[in-house]
């Protein structure tokens, strides 16, 4: 059995002739490979196929452009490179000014030192400056230095902790191609943990082993109790006031345990939660109980439920399974009102491909639920499936469109015996603009009561006027029904200012709801996904 290929370029001499006459090195070499490039891939294709090597295969000649070139260092590992001349900020044409070209060599060696080459650095660089042709040549040289892989870890600053809770919040597996990415979204992931007031996570880019290089993690502890409250107002439910309290370290083991309460004008509710820090399989486990009272659109709920979640921990790729029971009563004015009960368990998915988690600028995001009522502990039986899709699209350097859609469906013949927290209605600030919060759905008495089936699509267009704000023009449509019969779309648009905030994007929007014929004036702060 041969050794697995060196990472790197591997450039293999063929025979001309005689297929026979290849080295069993050369052979060796072309079966283990991830990747043969060849100016002639028919003629490579026959010797490929006298040797027996399943190896994918691309065309590289003379004739290949910038784009192969680009996609060829990638594919050898130094992405890192390829992201410098993709993302080179001083490109042919443009102006000359000796503050840019810091500013270009400054990004250019974060890019490459964030990469596997850790101990990156400026050899040489120079503009030499043509002032009666007005020309800047530019040139600089980067020494990658070896290539680093993370080791192991040494924590500092924990006196109440124990070593492995800082170490359950890592995904990253020692001999892993180092990337300061993939540190940093460890680092953001202890400081929202609530253990911890700062966290610092670095490698030494001078140790003589950058093939196992210690990651050092020093951290600052929080202090585990905390009471919170405030008052504000929204669009959606008005005036509202909260209070919470939260010990981060009950047991002395690190559960966590939040007690929430918020007194709004037309929500109220009470919470307790326990959270267990992350197991050594990377899940979190969170136990809760709460009831809550509505009264929206004419329909008062009273729900009371507790459960569990289980969830894995990373963002990009995050899995939940959860289970909840519901006890649940309806009372729409000027109709009977109704109760039901419901075990129900869900598993959800999410993907996350965003340049920034809090405000994205671009990628995507899109999440999948699918649950159902556990038969004999439930009302009734039923299935429910959700989805979720959004997406940043940048345009131009100012300007970018936004998209959003979202559907569900509750598998069942009726929404009689299924709690309302399980059925849909859609309006407001975060869904469809236009309309009043939860304000679209179905008619029952004289209540909008939530439906089995709903659907929301947006689009939103902004311009950037410098880098904290800007303008921005959109479109909604949505609905929630009881039949697909009933379907129809309430379209809602307008106009409205953009601000960039430390807590993601504050939106401040006219907006007309079409089929109500009224102009809202709606606010709201943060990601609506």
Not at 257 to 286: C, M, N, Y
Not at 345 to 361: F, G, I, K, S
Not at 433 to 455: N, Q, T, W
Not at 476 to 490: C, E, F, I, R, T
Request: proline share 4%; net charge negative.
């Amino acid at each position: 059995m041969t050794d697995a290929l060196a990472p790197g370029l591997h450039v293999v001499a063929t025979p001309i002739g005689n297929l026979g006459d290849i080295s069993v090195r050369a052979a060796d070499t072309l079966r283990n490979a991830d990747r043969i490039l060849a100016e002639d891939t028919r003629v490579t294709g026959k010797l490929l196929a006298h040797i027996g090597a399943k190896v994918p295969m691309s065309r590289f000649d003379d004739h290949a452009g910038e784009h192969d070139r680009n996609a060829i260092v990638a594919c050898l590992g130094t992405e890192a490179i390829a992201s410098i001349r993709r993302d080179w900020t001083l490109p042919e044409g443009a102006q000359f000014r000796q503050q840019a070209w810091s500013l270009a060599k400054e990004r250019a060696l974060n890019t490459l030192s964030g990469s596997p080459y850790a101990a990156a650095r400026i050899v040489r660089s120079e503009a030499a400056i043509d002032p009666d042709a007005a020309t800047a040549d530019l040139y600089i040289e980067l020494a990658s230095g070896p290539e680093f892989r993370f080791g192991m870890f040494e924590i500092t600053g924990l006196s109440r902790y124990d070593a492995s809770l800082v170490r359950n919040f890592s995904l990253i597996e020692p001999g892993t191609p180092y990337s300061d990415v993939v540190l940093n979204r460890y680092v953001r992931r202890l400081n929202a943990s609530g253990y911890f007031a700062s966290v610092q996570a670095k490698i030494d880019p001078e140790t003589t082993h950058p093939e196992d290089a210690t990651v050092n993690i020093a951290v600052i502890e929080a202090r585990p109790k905390r009471f919170e409250g405030g008052v504000g107002y929204s669009t959606d439910v008005k005036w509202r006031t909260n209070a919470s309290y939260r010990d981060v370290d009950l047991d002395g083991h690190g559960t966590q345990f939040l007690a929430d309460a918020r007194l709004e004008s037309r929500i109220q509710s009470g919470s307790v939660k326990f959270q267990r820090p992350p197991t050594d399989f990377h899940w979190i486990a969170t136990y809760y109980a709460g009831a809550e009272r509505t009264d929206i659109e004419s329909l008062v709920t009273r729900t009371a439920a507790f459960g569990t979640r289980w969830n894995s921990i990373d963002e990009r790729d995050e899995r939940a399974i959860s289970a909840t029971y519901f006890i649940d009563a309806q009372q729409p004015e000027g109709a009977a009102r109704t109760t039901a009960n419901a075990l129900y368990a869900e598993y959800e998915w999410h993907w996350r491909r965003v340049d920034d988690l809090l405000a994205p600028t671009k990628g995507y995001m899109a999440a999948l639920f699918a649950g159902a009522g556990v038969p004999g502990v439930s009302t009734r039986t039923f299935g429910r499936l959700r989805g979720q899709y959004a997406a940043w699209i940048p345009l131009t350097k100012d300007s970018e469109i936004n998209l959003r859609a979202e559907a569900g469906a509750v598998l069942a013949g009726s929404r009689d015996g299924i709690p309302s927290k399980l059925l849909f209605r859609t309006g407001g600030s975060t869904t469809v603009r236009g309309y009043d919060f939860e304000s679209l759905g179905v008619r029952v008495g004289d209540a909008i009561v939530p439906g089995r089936y709903y659907a929301v699509a947006s689009v939103d267009a902004i311009r950037w006027i410098d880098s904290f704000w800007g303008i921005g023009v959109f479109v909604d449509a949505g609905n929630a029904v009881d039949s697909l019969s009933d379907a129809h779309l309430a379209v809602g648009y307008g106009v409205g200012a953009r601000v960039r905030t430390p807590l993601g994007p504050f939106r401040l929007d006219v907006a007309y709801g079409h089929e109500v014929r009224q102009v809202r004036v709606q606010f709201s702060v943060g990601l609506t996904f």
